[in-house]
């Protein structure tokens, strides 16, 4: 049993795998990337069932500006449809929303409806929901770094629970588990602050393929890990 419980508060995913399900069908990449996000709100709705409180989704990383821009455009238009077609939905499931990253790349217009879909949800009272969207570990250590030095804070006086409060997603929990579908075993630049203690699931399963039996396995894996946090 793990030293805070079952099941996790918190769960992070990096949702990798979804150009090579498309490939592995003979499909263009987009078609793989809509599969993953049809697949958000199922898995959501899965582990809010299971008890899990925060859910974190890596969806675009500050690094993914460098594939081709015919792509880059397509994801930021799913991005936009997702926003327009899931926001009630969520809403109507109790769903919080909440952005992780940079907005000032992203057109005013989506920039405007990630406000209102976090605005609508924000006094919602069931899952937490964090989009990760043009989102870096490294990015948000710096972007918090520079909030600190606007707000004249004095050196003396910081410390880790102050730096976090200047992180993407103040008062959220670090996760507990973070899994990354998709058969790599790396962070990707995934919440490189908050995952110090987190225990780490790997699965080959593709994530537009990522559903029940997946979620019962990975969860069921960290039911069994000791979390000392450092300690005996």
């Not at 409180?53 to 500006?65: D, G, M, V």
């Not at 990707?188 to 203690?197: D, E, I, K, M, P």
């Amino acid at each position: 049993m793990s030293s805070t419980g079952y099941p996790p508060q918190h769960v992070a995913i990096t949702m990798d795998g979804n150009g090579r399900w498309a490939n592995e069908r003979g499909l263009p990449r987009m078609a793989g990337h809509k599969a993953g996000g049809d697949n958000i709100r199922p898995v959501a709705n899965m582990f809010s069932e299971h008890g899990v409180k925060y859910l974190t989704l890596y969806a675009f990383s500050t690094e993914n500006w460098s594939r081709p821009g015919s792509e880059v455009s397509g994801l930021l238009g799913l991005l936009e449809q997702k926003i327009d077609r899931e926001t009630q939905a969520f809403h109507h499931d109790n769903v919080r929303l909440i952005h992780l990253g940079r907005t000032d790349r992203l057109s005013e217009g989506i920039a405007r409806k990630v406000k209102q879909a976090v605005d609508l949800t924000g006094n919602n009272t069931g899952l937490t929901l964090c989009l990760a969207f043009d989102y870096g570990g490294r990015d948000e250590i710096v972007r918090a770094t520079r909030r600190i030095v606007t707000a004249g804070l004095p050196p003396d006086g910081l410390d880790e629970a102050l730096f976090a409060r200047y992180l993407d997603g103040p008062g959220i929990p670090d996760p507990d588990l973070l899994i990354r579908t998709g058969g790599e075993s790396r962070l990707s630049n995934f919440l490189l602050w908050q995952v110090a203690y987190s225990e780490l699931h790997f699965t080959p399963v593709l994530w537009p393929d990522f559903g029940a039996t997946e979620i019962e396995e990975a969860l069921s894996e960290y039911r069994t890990r000791q979390r000392r946090f450092g300690g005996v």
